[in-house]
């Protein structure tokens, strides 16, 4: 049977208590008060699916309340099938596609995305990439245009000649990799040599081995990391024994075929969120024993604390 004929994708009733066990799986919690399992549900044929009465505090509350799916109007099985699908699909989904599966508004579909890129994105503490004998790769990339062209080089000099900026005008990724584990990507204004030094000091453990091409952006972390090695691309050196970026240039070509190819459009406030997606999906991959099925379990997981108003998402805010 497929996954997606499983009852709560089609099922209001099936989807709530679907969500209800992996969201209180330790039991059922009042978002008002913290009292646990001391709340019953409520009866009557106008009372809506879910409700339950806190008998502490005397409120009533559902599952959705302090999730992604807080305040919504769409049926919480439609957002079981959303997770799903932005969970399975390599590249992403777009909104529009959204929209004509799910029968809902496009405004709506939109809406729904960007709650579930909240829900992959990571705000726990996170280990340090790397450790003992284990590689870490570092390299950057620029995807699309800025809106405020700037006047200055990625090294803070201004331009000497009218044309190409080069990477000036574009927005700056720069992403690590540890072989065989886990990615992360950051956007940043610039991606200079402190910038990048700053982001490898924080995330990489000082035991790992570096590997980045011989751009001298990384030159600030030779002192933080076991081993820096490089690979000249300049002179078509791309591997050296173990010494490559393949890795973290894969995670990028999958990053843009997505971006070119499905979304095709994203404003620069939204860019950190379609990273948190990518991310998610190559963090919980096959490789790493995590099929379709368990990945959108982990997003919906993340759901939990992360109240994403509209106003918000428009904005490019992060959840509160």
Known sequence: MSVLNAPHFHDEEAAYAFVEAHVWPKGRVCPHCGTVDHSGKLAGKSTRIGVYKCYDCRQPFTVKIGTIFEASHVKLHIWLQAIFLLASSKKGISSNQLHRTLDVTLKTAWFMSHRIREAMRS?????????????????ETYQGRKKVQRTETTRGQPF?????????????????????????????????????????????????????????????????????????????????????????????????????????????????????????????????????????????????????????????????
């Open 160 to 320: 000497t000649k009218k044309g190409k900026g080069g990477p000036s005008g574009k927005r700056a990724i720069v992403a690590l990799v540890e072989r065989r584990a886990t990615v992360r990507s950051f956007h940043v204004e610039r991606a200079d040599k402190e910038t990048v030094a700053r982001i490898v000091i924080d995330n990489v453990a000082r035991e790992s081995r570096l590997h980045t091409d011989e751009s001298r952006l990384y030159a600030g972390a030779d002192g933080h990391v076991a081993e820096h090695s490089t690979v000249a691309h300049v002179a078509k050196e791309y591997v050296r024994g173990d010494v490559h970026t393949n890795t973290v240039e894969g995670t990028f070509s999958i990053f843009k075929r997505g971006m070119v190819g499905v979304y095709q459009h994203c404003d620069e406030k939204h860019l950190h969120r379609y990273l948190a997606e990518f991310d998610f999906r190559y963090n919980n991959r096959i490789a790493l024993g995590v099929d379709d099925q368990a990945r959108a379990l982990n997003a919906l997981q993340g759901a939990k604390g992360k109240r994403l108003t509209y106003r918000a998402a428009d904005r490019g805010l992060a959840a509160g």
């Open 123 to 139: 705000t726990s503490s996170l280990s340090p990439l790397g450790a003992a004998g284990k590689i870490v790769e570092a390299d």
